[in-house]
């Protein structure tokens, strides 16, 4: 292009941009009409309360044992659905069984004394209480009437056997008795058992022919009473009192069955209700002490969102029932509609502010959202 064509191009636009600012247009583009902005007022935003939460299960609990012990098995994992009662985690009981036998067997004992007693006495027992006073009347009879021909003749025979042994024993003594070992001999220790056995016929012989004394007599006599108030308490039935006390020794008896049965049941850890474990934070040989979480759990069929920063200028705003707007940081951009079903009476202490713990249920969640994700709710306190 050459000199002469660009000057023209020039001349040309100088003079389209003249007419165009003559007209008016360029006066609208340094002057352009202003465009109406939306009114937005700060009572909308008053309306609105929001907070975060964590998506945690209706039901859940962080389980551990009463008792201490070693862990002798194991019986779920991580990410196990278990039964309400489903066996989760068991301790070594060798000796808390031990004791549950022990108190079985005091139970039976008692229930078996009580039982006695309710029965009364057996015809044997009331048999052998006979033959003993029986017994105990003929040697009252043989007392008082002394000693017989029979029973005379008979001593005199056991005194004259017991002479004629210690005359053999000291016939046999004297040929060592000069001994200075003597007393180690076998004669030494034959004669001194036939002077005792000599000194005790003499005696019984004595006896027999003097007669009984008013001390053998009352002996004899005591004895007949006693065996009369034997067989009169076998015969009769228990007393009220017996059987209390029968009872009472059989209730305790089984308190502390029931005391030993708990403490055996301690080892055991049972799901307190149907669910998912969540975590197993011990393994087998391990020691557990009572108190310390083992096995967490949850119902994760049903969820709900609980808050933890409702401040307190907003509480008063919230009411059971309202519908709120939940988003969750897994699902961005998707709404889930929630209704507050609980509000705590009480703040909880959190760093920052006093706040107050809210719980949002929902009639649907999402399958793909799990325990412990954010949410993050909006109420319009004015719907």
Do not use: C
């Not at 004791?99 to 004992?109: H, N, P």
């Not at 070992?181 to 002077?195: E, F, K, L, N, V």
């Not at 005696?203 to 001390?215: C, F, H, N, S």
């Not at 030993?260 to 209700?273: D, G, K, R, V």
């Amino acid at each position: 292009m050459n000199t002469r064509n660009i000057v023209i191009g020039i001349v040309i636009l100088v003079i389209l941009g003249f007419g165009f600012f003559t007209v008016g247009g360029g006066q609208s583009m340094l002057n352009p009409k202003p465009t109406p902005a939306p009114v937005v007022t700060t009572t909308d935003y008053e309306n609105i309360v929001t907070a975060s939460g964590t998506l945690v299960p209706v039901k859940r609990a962080n389980l551990g044992f009463k008792i201490g012990g070693e862990v002798k098995r194991i019986a779920v994992q991580t990410g196990d659905t278990v039964d309400q009662d489903a066996m989760l985690v068991q301790l070594d009981a060798v000796e808390l069984n031990a004791g549950v036998d022990q108190a079985k067997a005091a139970v039976a004992l008692a229930q078996a004394g009580l039982d006695q007693l309710k029965a009364g006495a057996s015809k044997e027992d009331i048999a052998a209480a006979e033959a003993a006073l029986n017994t105990a009347r003929t040697q009252l009879a043989k007392v008082r009437a002394g000693a017989t021909a029979e029973d005379i003749a008979a001593a005199k025979a056991t005194l004259d056997r017991a002479t004629s042994a210690l005359k053999d024993a000291q016939s046999e003594y004297d040929k060592i008795k000069s001994d200075p070992a003597a007393g180690m001999y076998p004669q030494s220790i034959a004669y001194q058992a036939a002077t005792e056995q000599y000194r005790i016929a003499e005696a019984r012989y004595l006896q027999v022919v003097k007669g009984a004394t008013p001390e053998d007599i009352r002996i004899a006599e005591a004895g007949v009473a006693t065996a009369q108030a034997n067989l009169d308490r076998v015969k009769a039935q228990a007393r009220p009192a017996e059987i209390a006390a029968a009872q009472a020794r059989l209730d305790q008896a089984q308190a502390a069955l029931r005391q030993a049965q708990s403490a055996a049941a301690s080892a055991n850890l049972t799901a307190p209700f149907a669910g998912t474990v969540a975590a197993v934070n011990v393994r087998v040989g391990e020691m557990v002490v009572p108190g310390v979480t083992v096995i967490t759990l949850g119902d994760i069929k049903n969820l709900r969102l609980e808050t933890d920063d409702l401040s307190e200028t907003n509480i008063a705003k919230v009411k059971l029932g309202q519908s709120v707007d939940v988003t969750f940081e897994a699902l961005p951009g998707k709404i889930h509609k929630g209704k507050i079903t609980f509000i705590a009476p009480i703040s909880s202490a959190k760093a920052g502010g006093t706040n107050y713990t809210v719980y949002v249920e929902f009639d649907q969640l999402d399958p793909v959202l799990r325990w412990g994700m954010t949410g993050h709710i909006e109420i319009n306190t004015k719907q």
